[in-house]
């Protein structure tokens, strides 16, 4: 739906496990998670944590649209990827990420990789994705990010059976 945020982010304290869990546990349903883990969102070439989430985006798209099957782009520990810390230094990577980020939800449909748009700017389409990001601390995310319309966010606190499970999965 138009007014459903696109990201859904469930975080948790710094004590509890269970970053990696969704993709674990949806992969054994009918969803094909696109996983992205926070050292992803750095990179020694400025711009490239951002065009890799355009990129897994669009995979995930594209499952969507030509195999009929579900599926989200899931980025755990987004936190530890683009988190402000004290004395740290945000990166451009930082800035783009959350840009690609930002630019996904408000245009969930619409992703270039590069490419020229074409006049119809049907060679940009793609099935919108929904995105699963994991983390513990979202204070230190960029504010805009976590606006309401952009993201639903949900702490979740892992009883001692959900524990167990994770742990035998």
Request: glycine share 8%; hydrophobic share 35%; aromatic share 4%.
């Amino acid at each position: 739906a138009p007014n459903t945020p696109c990201i859904a982010t469930r975080h948790t304290s710094a004590k509890q496990i269970g970053g990696s869990q969704p993709g674990r546990r949806w992969r054994r349903t009918i969803v094909t998670p696109i996983v992205t883990s926070a050292g992803e969102l750095e990179d020694e070439n400025a711009g490239e944590p951002g065009r890799l989430i355009r990129q897994r985006y669009k995979r995930a798209g594209e499952i969507i649209k030509r195999q009929g099957n579900m599926s989200c782009l899931i980025i755990n520990d987004i936190d530890a990827g683009i988190g402000w810390f004290r004395d740290t230094q945000q990166t451009v990577n930082n800035q783009t990420v959350c840009g690609t980020l930002m630019n996904l939800c408000d245009h969930p449909d619409l992703v270039s990789l590069g490419e020229a748009r074409a006049d119809d700017g049907e060679n940009l389409r793609t099935a919108r994705v929904p995105i699963i990001v994991t983390g513990n601390d979202l204070s230190t995310v960029y504010a805009p990010l976590l606006r309401d319309g952009r993201m639903e966010k949900w702490y979740w606190n892992p009883s001692r059976e959900d524990v167990c499970d994770m742990v035998h999965a």
